[in-house]
């Protein structure tokens, strides 16, 4: 999927996992008439989509978000896009607006080339995608959109930038549908719910025990860097500390043709920066700066907050194999402001 390029839409490879259905002729005795055979009761729940609905969908909400990016108005979005998504996108337009369109929201599209139907008799119900690369990107996404009742639209949820060279497992057709599962469900190397918590105490300690789960990532790799040279900046004026936990509500799994999982997940992510050394300078550059508007200057604390929408491939219970992350990218959501000076904390205040 790395380095491919846009085209028209069209449904490209799917991953398959089906299952062929054989009829079984009944043969009656000798002299009875034929009875006509009844149709078998259904074993599993059907596929929630069909490719007709998959294609409308698909485009009304892309309709939707270009004209929501095109005039960077959040209000536009909310017909098709919702939760973890929606915060994404609001939180990307105010940095757009907060550095003149220097930063531009990240490229979205639902140009599919792998689609994940839910096979559920029960409400949320979801829709996976693997888009594309979208125009002025090198990655495609994986997105996920949902259903929260019977007389509600799909809504974009989720998104994320998939990681070079990820290998997405297979799951069934979408004609045939896969089984959505509970952020408890178990059966799994880990739980969805379990994966992705793991993987936020990771990003809190890289080295630490959680590392035991999962394979080597490039995004946990660079997100270490950022955070060592981060405190290398601050600590001659300050210091740095950081916290993550699961974003609630935020944890979706579709089960994959092997017996694992798809889990997607958002974690929150949260960097403090504060001043401890009297009569020190320290300001916050970048986004983070931006965000502060008029004056980046740290008087007492800034409190940054981070979406950090994080998929991954979870093997079946009893596999020998790590989970690996299949996506990840993080959203500066918003910077706040404390105006506690270095000298009114109480000696051993390291709480964050």
């Not at 989720?158 to 990681?163: D, M, P």
């Not at 800034?302 to 989970?323: Q, T």
């Amino acid at each position: 999927m790395t380095g491919a390029t846009p085209h028209p839409r069209h449904r490209g490879a799917r991953l398959a996992a089906g299952a062929a259905v054989t009829a079984l002729l009944l043969a009656g005795c000798a002299g009875e008439v034929p009875q006509p055979a009844p149709e078998p009761a259904a074993t599993a729940p059907l596929p929630v989509l069909d490719e007709d609905r998959i294609e409308r969908i698909l485009a009304d909400v892309e309709e939707t978000v270009d004209e929501a990016d095109a005039a960077l108005d959040p209000e536009l979005l909310t017909d098709r896009v919702t939760g973890p998504a929606l915060a994404m996108r609001q939180a990307e337009y105010r940095l757009s607006a907060a550095s003149d369109g220097e930063r531009t929201p990240t490229p979205l599209t639902t140009n599919s080339q792998i689609e994940v139907v839910a096979a559920t008799d029960e409400w949320p119900r979801s829709l996976y995608v693997v888009s594309h690369v979208p125009d002025d990107a090198n990655l495609p996404l994986l997105l996920v959109l949902t259903q929260e009742d019977a007389r509600s639209q799909y809504k974009l949820w989720f998104w994320t930038t998939l990681l070079p060279g990820a290998q997405t497992p297979s799951t069934a057709r979408p004609d045939a549908g896969s089984p959505q599962l509970a952020p408890d469900a178990e059966g799994l190397l880990a739980t969805p719910q379990q994966t992705v918590a793991r993987y936020a105490e990771l990003l809190a300690d890289p080295d630490g025990e959680a590392s035991a789960l999962f394979a080597e990532d490039p995004f946990r790799t660079g997100y270490a860097e950022m955070i060592s040279a981060l405190r290398e900046t601050v600590e001659v004026a300050g210091q740095v500390r950081e916290s993550y936990e699961v974003r609630e509500g935020s944890v979706s799994a579709m089960q994959t043709a092997e017996g694992g999982a798809l889990v997607v997940g958002v974690i929150d992510g949260r960097l403090n920066l504060r001043r401890t050394v009297e009569g020190s300078t320290l300001e916050a550059g970048g986004d983070l700066g931006l965000l502060m508007e008029q004056d980046p200057r740290i008087d007492g604390e800034a409190r940054a907050h981070y979406l950090i929408p994080v998929a991954f491939s979870v093997p079946p219970e009893g596999s020998e194999e790590p989970v690996a992350v299949l996506g990840a990218t993080q959203v500066l959501a918003n910077v706040g402001e404390s105006d506690r000076a270095p000298e009114d904390e109480e000696e051993g205040d390291g709480e964050g």
